[in-house]
């Protein structure tokens, strides 16, 4: 039994090194494409820092020119050679000081490139993908890509990246200046890179891990801050804030043991570099002096080595604070970079077939089966004609079918099965423009953007005249209330259109649609939040909304349903009842049923 638990634990872990490398490739294909715009000023940067790292490496061993042979040179009398040392010592690190201080402006340049590039990728992505990827990734999630998943990768860009290419450069070029300088201490040198690249290994196994622990937790903090102050009003009215303020808790407390690990990890690096690279200058220091003593060795040359040496092992704390920053960007452009790699499950057609003019606006649903998942059919086999002109009502209790019929006809989703049509052009077939133009959707949540009165009608139709706007709202009965408003149409409408109620948001929405002037027009719940005057308002926009054009209304309202020409009763994604309003109620079917007990709590 140990045994298969042992080979079951070996290849999970060879699945995951095997997942680990996909992401990690993933990862880097997104970073070169950021990366290809700026050739051209990544080869300046980097010959800026190969310069500048070169000029601040040069100056011990001009040091050591400087003792060897100035000083001697000086004792005889003669200038030259000690000022000449010094005058290059210091125009070196005047012109280091200067390209570094260019490098580090490049560098900014082209890390704020990357990250415009890449929020505007994420911003873009998020509204291209499809309805469903938005009703399984949480808002909270999406916001954690832009925001603190964006933030790891701006600090990385910002300084990281900058102080590891300086890093890596000015340790190469210093082992190199000290094997040149003197083969015996660089020999001394090599040797430390056995104990630590045991170290750093050590390090790099366990951090991998635990820092991208701590991206998880970050975003699930996140998660839950979003949700909780969306749902406030639910969880105020449940009284649920001590049982968040206890989840929460422990959440920072798990994101707080894990942040306290991956310190533990760098009290055990950053003493384990300064132990190696104090052994190795002591050693240099040992062996070198004997050498002086010998006569083998220049006393500047001696001074020379040590420095270098000393030098070789101080961008390593940078460099391990680098890693840092690197396990969290890298754990975060792996989630990022995943956004990015999903399409659309409601794709834009390859060969578009043009809906033309003259929409009728008939639809109809042929041999459509539709499941949300493998074990969630919703419509089993559907069939249905829906004539130009028609305003057919759906009934049913909830989980019928009736919003999923809304959305495939919407083109949300995509039926499993069969095709639906619009003037016998499958939706499929249909560009993205054309159906948006077509087709137009309210929902009960009458969703309103900040901005004004008039901007949030034209998003009906983008670019319409302030006088096509207004007579839109006088079509549905909302232009008199709009013009009590402080501003007017100019009113600005506050967050999600908290300034107005909510019957005055939905005839807001209804004079949207009315401008968008579609061919369908589907009323999903359009009601159900209003007040029996707010609701009477309503109809009366709604009578002539729906003049002229094929509707279908979604509602459990039965007094919406009376403007309808044709009700259809759902049960369980198939339709059991079919008939005019007044045929239905005069039967003794369902819908008669439901029409007798909405009527009794009438009085």
């Known amino acids: 039994m140990s045994s298969i638990t042992g080979v079951a634990g070996e290849e999970r872990r060879d699945f995951d090194k095997a997942e680990r490398r996909v992401l990690r490739r993933r990862s880097l294909s997104l970073l070169g494409s950021l990366l290809a715009p700026l050739k051209r000023s990544i080869l300046l940067t980097a010959l800026v820092v190969v310069v500048s790292t070169a000029l601040q490496v040069i100056g011990p061993a001009i040091i050591a020119y400087g003792i060897d042979t100035g000083l001697p040179e000086l004792l005889r009398g003669r200038a030259v050679p000690l000022a000449g040392s010094v005058v290059v010592y210091l125009v070196a690190g005047v012109l280091s000081g200067v390209l570094i201080a260019a490098y580090t402006v490049q560098t900014a340049r082209i890390s704020q490139a990357m990250l415009i590039d890449l929020r505007e990728r994420v911003f873009v992505q998020t509204q291209r993908l499809s309805l469903e990827f938005h009703e399984q990734y949480t808002s909270g999630r999406i916001i954690s890509r832009q925001t603190s998943d964006l933030d790891s990768i701006r600090e990385l860009l910002d300084g990281g990246i900058n102080e590891l290419v300086q890093s890596v450069l000015y340790m190469l070029f210093t082992a190199v200046a000290l094997v040149l300088l003197d083969g015996w201490s660089g020999l001394v040198l090599f040797c430390s890179f056995v104990p630590l690249w045991f170290l750093i290994r050590w390090f790099q196994r366990r951090s991998e891990a635990t820092f991208r622990e701590s991206r998880v937790f970050s975003a699930k903090l996140i998660v839950f801050f979003v949700e909780t102050m969306t749902g406030i009003r639910a969880v105020q009215a449940f009284r649920k804030e001590p049982r968040n303020a206890r989840d929460y808790g422990e959440l920072t407390e798990d994101y707080r043991s894990i942040n306290a690990r991956a310190i533990r990890l760098f009290a055990v690096l950053e003493p384990g570099l300064t132990l190696i690279g104090n052994l190795t200058t002591a050693a240099v220091l040992l062996f070198g002096a004997y050498r002086v003593l010998n006569g083998d060795l220049a006393i500047g040359v001696l001074l020379a080595a040590v420095l270098y040496t000393r030098r070789f092992f101080d961008p390593m704390e940078d460099i391990a604070t680098f890693y840092n920053a690197y396990q969290s960007a890298e754990a975060a452009l792996e989630k990022i970079s995943g956004v990015l790699e999903e399409s659309p499950t409601v794709p834009e057609p390859v060969q578009p077939k043009p809906l033309g003019t003259g ?221 005019t309003p007044a045929d239905l109620i005069a039967g003794t079917g369902r819908f008669a049923a439901l029409h007798a007990a909405w009527r009794d709590s009438l009085v």
């Open 359 to 579: 929409v009728t606006g008939r639809v109809r649903f042929e041999g459509v089966r539709f499941a949300y998942r493998a074990d969630r059919e919703i419509l089993p086999h559907f069939d249905l004609d829906v004539p130009a002109g028609q305003t057919i009502a759906l009934v049913g209790s909830t989980g019928a079918g009736k919003s999923t019929l809304a959305k495939l006809i919407a083109r949300f989703y995509d039926p499993s099965d069969g095709r639906i049509t619009l003037d016998d052009v499958d939706l499929r077939d249909l560009t993205n423009q054309d159906l948006h133009r077509a087709v137009v959707m309210v929902t009960q949540e009458a969703y309103l953007f900040s901005g004004s009165v008039a901007d949030n009608i034209e998003l009906g139709r983008p670019g319409a005249t302030r006088e096509e706007i207004e007579a839109a709202a006088r079509a549905v009965g909302a232009d008199a209330f709009i013009r009590s408003l402080p501003d007017g149409y100019d009113t600005d409408v506050n967050k999600r259109g908290g300034r107005v109620s909510a019957g005055q948001r939905q005839l807001i929405s209804f004079a949207r649609a009315f401008l968008a002037d579609p061919e369908v027009l589907i009323l999903d719940e359009a009601t159900a939040s209003l007040d029996i005057p707010s609701e009477r308002l309503v109809q009366e926009a709604l009578q002539t909304l729906l003049a002229d054009r094929t509707a279908l209304i979604i509602a459990h309202r039965l007094s919406t349903v009376a403007i309808a020409d044709r009700v259809l009763v759902m049960e369980h994604g198939r339709i059991v009842e079919d008939g």
